[in-house]
């Protein structure tokens, strides 16, 4: 079992920045490939980035390259997704999830475990 814990959303305006955090405890943190996922009103669950057990592999969604990024702290057990350049369409919750391989955390039906969510909200 992990328990995954997100923290670091607010409201921003557009153009602004954000560093969502994930804290993870529980099971050795570093068995665990991470992602992050966000869900906006009334849409589905979908896929933001991704990150390998050692950090040296990572995947995005298209709409985020190049203005988010994720990475991973082993020693603090904890992934965190930094975002700049928000706009209003990025406004959702956000949730960091964990899997046994990053390649299946583009799916979130792959994912073992779930955070709570962080709500993020970007104002125009």
């Known amino acids: 079992q992990v328990q995954l814990v997100e923290s670091g959303g607010g409201l921003v305006q557009a153009g602004g920045s954000l560093r969502l955090s994930c804290a993870a405890s529980?099971?050795?943190?570093?068995?665990?490939?991470m992602g992050w996922f966000r869900q906006a009103p009334g849409k589905e669950r979908e896929f933001v980035a991704a990150?390998?057990?050692?950090?040296?592999?990572?995947y995005y969604a298209d709409s985020m390259k190049g203005r988010f990024t994720i990475s991973r702290d082993n020693a603090k057990n904890t992934v965190y997704l930094q975002m700049n350049s928000l706009k209003p369409e990025d406004t959702a919750v956000y949730y960091c999830?964990?899997?046994?391989?990053?390649?299946?955390?583009?799916?979130?039906?792959?994912?073992?475990?779930w955070g709570q969510g962080t709500q993020v909200t970007v104002s125009s």
């Open positions: 529980g099971r050795t943190f570093s068995s665990f490939a």
């Open positions: 999830a964990a899997g046994d391989y990053v390649s299946d955390l583009r799916n979130p039906s792959l994912a073992d475990y």
């Open positions: 990150i390998s057990r050692s950090g040296g592999t990572t």
